[in-house]
């Protein structure tokens, strides 16, 4: 019997992703949460004869369900988790999994509690050019890790379902501007490809051209690991263009991405792989959040397991707190709780960071040899069933 599935929010990213993905998975969407009469309309259109309601407690009241796909802008994210957790029903969220640290942990501890899981669709990590970044760093082909940066340029914050009201650019409904926008998916790469632990955050969050905004349009994240690399994190939506970069440096070779291609270099040899889908395009994919839905119904089909994916929310969750308050004291190093030498040189501990999990990126261990293939960086995939 396939699982049924409430749709809460029905924007952009679930007539584009979610229904797709849910679809290709085989889950029945049975029941629709939308109060905007021109998507109750869109959603009527793509599920014929699909109840839509006006709320999610009207939702979980009529309907037998196993979990909710949350699809709201991010202010709307805990509360309808919550119910779902009340009411031993499952949630899936978008990105950001909450607005504020103080409201992931307390869901956290709910869906403990009511033993249901709660994931984030990080779903750039399902991309097949970036999950071939995670195995590649996973493989040790380029030694230890030295540092790790991330680029994502756009020239305007990306478009709402309602435009002329966009959410993304309100700090009360998006919790933040770019960084919250993005940096969601940047942190939780750098969580499955990188094993240490994130020791310290600075970070400077600015406007450098659209004055008017609330929030930031360009943010940069520096983060310190535990093994001494160096990780950042930069986006903007002031670019010229739109482009996703990557640059991994290791003690035996280096990784870089510009967008669909993906270049590795080590040991005076260079390869280079063209993927069929550019980042620059961004994550309106069907495929990259199957990925995601698919993690997620593999930790419903296991009550015993350990709750990988809420601890990777956390992580990403800490990390913005810190880089929110190191902004705030003017970019001021934070650490992140730990006894290390970030500590010990004086530098300021978050009381809202805590410690983090990477629970990611344990899920798969390294192989004890570092291997490159002798032609083909394919060899370096992993063994994903993606379509």
């Known amino acids: 019997m396939s699982l049924r599935c409430g749709i809460v929010g029905f ?26 009469p021109a998507r109750r309309e869109v959603a009527a259109r793509m599920l014929p004869g699909v109840a839509i309601h006006a709320s999610v407690e009207a939702m979980l009241a009529s309907e037998r369900l196993d979990f909710i796909d949350v699809c709201t802008p991010p202010h709307l994210h805990v509360a309808a988790a919550e119910l779902a957790a009340r009411a031993s029903v499952h949630a899936l969220v978008e990105k950001p999994l909450a607005t504020t640290l103080a409201d992931a942990e307390r869901l956290a501890e709910l869906a403990a509690r009511h033993r249901v899981v709660v994931a984030c669709v990080n779903n750039w990590n399902q991309a097949p050019i970036l999950r071939r970044v995670q195995a590649v760093c996973r493989s040790r082909a380029l030694g230890p890790l030295r540092s790790f940066e991330i680029e994502v340029e756009r020239t305007r914050p990306a478009a709402a379902a309602e435009d002329d009201d966009n959410w993304r650019i309100d700090p009360e409904r998006a919790g933040g501007g770019i960084l919250f926008d993005h940096g969601w998916h940047g ?3 750098m969580g499955r490809a ?17 004055h008017a905004l609330r929030v930031e349009d360009t943010a940069v994240v520096d983060i310190e690991f535990a093994d001494g690399m160096l990780g950042r994190f930069s986006a903007t939506w002031a670019g010229d263009s739109r482009a996703n970069r990557v640059t991994v440096r290791g003690e035996r070779g280096t990784l870089e991405v510009a967008d669909d291609l993906l270049r590795v270099s080590r040991g005076g040899r260079t390869l280079e792989e063209r993927f069929d889908e550019s980042l620059a395009d961004g994550g309106y994919r069907i495929g990259w959040t199957t990925g995601i839905v698919r993690e997620f119904l593999a930790e419903i089909a296991e009550p015993g397991r350990p709750h990988r994916a809420i601890e990777e929310a956390l992580d990403c969750m800490r990390l913005l707190a810190a880089a929110g308050e190191s902004n705030a004291r003017g970019g001021e190093t ?10 010990a040189r004086g530098v300021s501990t ?6 983090t999990v990477r629970a990611a990126a344990r899920q798969v261990s390294s192989p ?3 291997t490159m293939p002798n032609e083909r960086m394919p060899a370096l995939a992993d063994s994903s069933s993606d379509p």
């Open 11 to 36: 924007g952009i990213i679930a007539e584009r992703a979610h229904v797709g993905a849910l679809r290709a998975l085989g889950v029945e969407v049975s029941s629709v949460v939308e109060v905007v």
């Open 187 to 189: 942190l939780a790469l």
């Open 194 to 210: 990188v094993a240490a632990e994130p020791v310290a955050v600075s970070a400077s969050l600015t406007r450098r051209r659209h």
């Open 334 to 343: 934070v650490a992140l709780g730990y006894p290390t030498a970030a500590r």
């Open 350 to 355: 978050s009381s809202t960071a805590g410690a």
């Open 368 to 370: 004890t040899t570092a």
